[in-house]
């Protein structure tokens, strides 16, 4: 399984932005996506998942109502649109695969190259 994300930048505080992550080569232990995130200094948190199968989406605290997560099934491609960001959602944000049990989780199998998201006051 292949994961290339892409779409992070400078947003102001309040503003949004749209990441996406195609998959490639998907097989049951990768059936859930998930996109996490770490911030300097910080650890590697659970952000959001969602599987291709239809399981509902499933989201950190801090970003329930702000966040949402959807695929493309045609497209093979998880997109993770943020509306009101805040300068604590600044970090990488990695997309990764994973079987069932990786929902809500920080434990996935295959891992995509990080974006950075840097959100101004």
């Known amino acids: 399984v292949q994961l290339q994300a892409s779409g992070g930048g400078l947003v102001q505080a309040g503003g949004s932005l749209r990441l996406s992550c195609a998959a490639s080569?998907?097989?049951?232990?990768?059936?859930?996506m998930g996109w996490l995130r770490q911030a300097p200094g910080k650890e590697r948190e659970f952000v959001a998942a969602?599987?291709?199968?239809?399981?509902?989406?499933y989201y950190a605290d801090s970003v329930k109502g702000r966040f949402t997560i959807s695929t493309d099934n045609a497209k093979n491609t998880v997109y993770l649109q943020m509306n009101s960001l805040k300068p604590e959602d600044t970090a990488v944000y990695y997309c990764?695969?994973?079987?069932?049990?990786?929902?809500?989780?920080?434990?996935?199998?295959?891992w995509g190259q990080g974006t950075l998201v840097t959100v101004s006051s």
């Open positions: 990764a695969a994973g079987p069932p049990s990786s929902y809500g989780s920080r434990s996935y199998l295959y």
């Open positions: 969602i599987s291709w199968s239809g399981y509902s989406a």
């Open positions: 080569g998907r097989t049951f232990s990768s059936n859930v």
